[in-house]
């Protein structure tokens, strides 16, 4: 009478696939999650960015100025240096058209930049100098 049963190298190489896929498995998992993390970051920066040029715009604009804050892991505003992240904002020299570059940067800790939005605003007050 024959058993049916596995052999030992059936069962060897079954554990030799399972172990292959589940790397390459926990390999996208890791790479997901590293990808998400990214996302969320320049998401968080985008919006920080756009808010202190959409506050700029309210202002009156100096010509040449620069500002630099700094934001905690939470994007929270901090005083310390160094913080996770730090934004600056540059205003340049109104031209004779009466326009202003906003240019907003966003950088980690490390200096690696995140997203830099440049824009122009017009104002009326510039263009009359």
């Not at 009478?1 to 060897?12: N, P, Q, S, V, Y």
């Not at 700029?56 to 010509?63: A, M, T, V, Y």
């Not at 929270?76 to 109104?94: D, G, H, R, V, W």
Request: hydrophobic share 40%.
């Amino acid at each position: 009478m024959k058993k049916k049963a596995f052999t030992l190298i059936e069962i060897i190489i079954t554990i030799a696939l399972l172990s292959f896929v589940s790397v390459v498995i926990l390999q996208i998992f890791v790479k997901s999650n590293q990808r998400n993390i990214l996302a969320s970051e320049k998401s968080m920066a985008s919006l920080i960015a756009a808010n202190a040029i959409e506050a700029n715009h309210q202002q009156s604009l100096e010509n040449n100025t620069e500002s630099l804050t700094y934001y905690d892991e939470n994007w929270q505003i901090t005083e310390q240096n160094p913080a996770s992240y730090s934004l600056k904002l540059q205003t340049s020299s109104c031209n004779e058209k009466g326009i202003y570059q906003l240019k907003a940067t966003v950088e980690r800790q490390d200096g690696s930049q995140i997203l830099s939005y440049q824009v122009q605003k017009f104002s009326p007050r510039g263009a009359s100098q």
